[in-house]
């Protein structure tokens, strides 16, 4: 069996929000895993089944703890681009995100060209930011 090459964990319990990343990365990214959680607990027992390449986390899951999540998930899991789901388009929620170790601001409207394009950016090792 060949080795995908990528797998994406996508914590977030916003349905739609997680039903679009899906689509998009379905249509975007060749031999990609997906793999999706709707809370903290669940991505974290994910984690520990599977290394992704990219986790994108929603801060407001409903069991997690904001910044503070993402500081641990980041020092965890060094090897993985922890992207940050995000409704608010600010230079100040943007840099604090980056300085807890994020690898990119995606925001959750984004539509689907720019969101491949955002997934693309990450997984190729660069930053992803709104407008950048």
Same mark, same amino acid.
């Given at each position: 069996m060949r080795k995908p090459l990528h797998r994406l964990l996508i /914590?977030?319990?916003?349905n739609n929000c997680r039903e679009a990343i899906i689509k998009v990365a379905q249509n975007h990214l060749e031999e990609a895993? #997906?793999?999706k959680a709707e809370s903290l607990q669940q991505c974290l027992k994910l984690i520990e089944e599977i290394t992704p390449d990219m986790l994108m986390l929603d801060l407001n899951l409903p069991d997690g703890e904001g910044v503070k999540t993402l500081q641990q998930l980041c020092s965890t899991l060094p090897e993985t681009a922890v *992207? *940050? #789901?995000g409704n608010e388009q600010d230079a100040e929620t943007a840099a604090a995100?980056? /300085?807890n170790g994020a690898a990119g601001f995606i925001l959750s409207s984004l539509e689907n060209?720019?969101? /491949?394009d955002a997934l693309e950016q990450v997984l190729d090792g660069q930053v992803y930011l709104p407008n950048n």
């Open positions: /914590a977030t319990h916003q895993e #997906l793999y *992207v *940050v #789901l995100i980056m /300085a060209d720019p969101l /491949a």
